[in-house]
C-alpha cells in the first residue's frame, strides 16, 4: 500500500523546517563569531559571505520544499516530485560545505569552539533533511505509479 499524501507532505515539511532553522542557526551563531576570527590565517573576508551564500540556498531550498509539500494534493491523480531529488542532491553538497569549515574551525582557539560545533550540527541537519526528501520522492513516485489505471 503507498504512502499517504499527509505523510509525504509530514517528511518535506519536517524537511523545510530543518533547512531553515540551519539557516537561522548559520546567520545567529556562525557569521558573528566568524567575522570576528582572530586565529592566524584566519580569512573572515571571504568566509563570512560564502556563510551567506550558504544560509541564501538554506532559505531557497526551503521554500521550495516548503511548496512542494503545499502542492502535495490528495484530489486527482499524483505527480511524480521530480525537482526534489536533485534539490536533495544540491543539499547534501551544502551539508559538506558546512561540514568542512566546521571540522575546520576545530582547530583553531576555544571562540571557534561554538561555530565548530553549530557548523556540524547544521551539516547533520542538512544530511537529515535531504534523506527526508528523497524518502519523500520515492514514495510519491511509487504513489503515482500506483495510481496509474491499468
Do not use: N
Not at 520544499?65 to 503545499?70: D, E
Request: charged content about 10%; proline content about 7%; overall charge positive.
Amino acid at each position: 500500500m503507498p504512502a499517504s499524501f499527509a505523510f509525504c507532505r509530514r517528511l518535506l515539511l519536517i524537511g523545510a523546517v530543518l533547512l531553515v532553522a540551519v539557516a537561522l542557526v548559520i546567520a545567529w551563531a556562525v557569521i558573528p563569531p566568524v567575522r570576528a576570527d582572530t586565529f592566524p590565517g584566519a580569512t573572515p573576508e571571504s568566509a563570512v559571505p560564502a556563510f551567506w551564500i550558504i544560509v541564501s540556498f538554506q532559505v531557497l531550498a526551503a521554500a521550495v520544499v516548503g511548496l512542494t509539500a503545499t502542492r502535495i494534493t490528495t484530489v486527482g491523480r499524483a505527480w511524480r516530485p521530480v525537482i526534489l531529488i536533485p534539490l536533495a542532491l544540491l543539499v547534501l553538497l551544502a551539508a559538506y560545505a558546512l561540514e568542512e569549515p566546521g571540522r575546520a574551525y576545530s582547530r583553531e582557539g576555544p571562540a571557534m569552539q561554538t561555530a565548530s560545533v553549530v557548523l556540524l550540527a547544521g551539516a547533520a541537519s542538512d544530511l537529515v533533511a535531504a534523506v527526508l526528501m528523497m524518502a519523500a520522492a520515492s514514495l510519491l513516485a511509487r504513489r503515482a505509479s500506483s495510481d496509474v489505471p491499468q
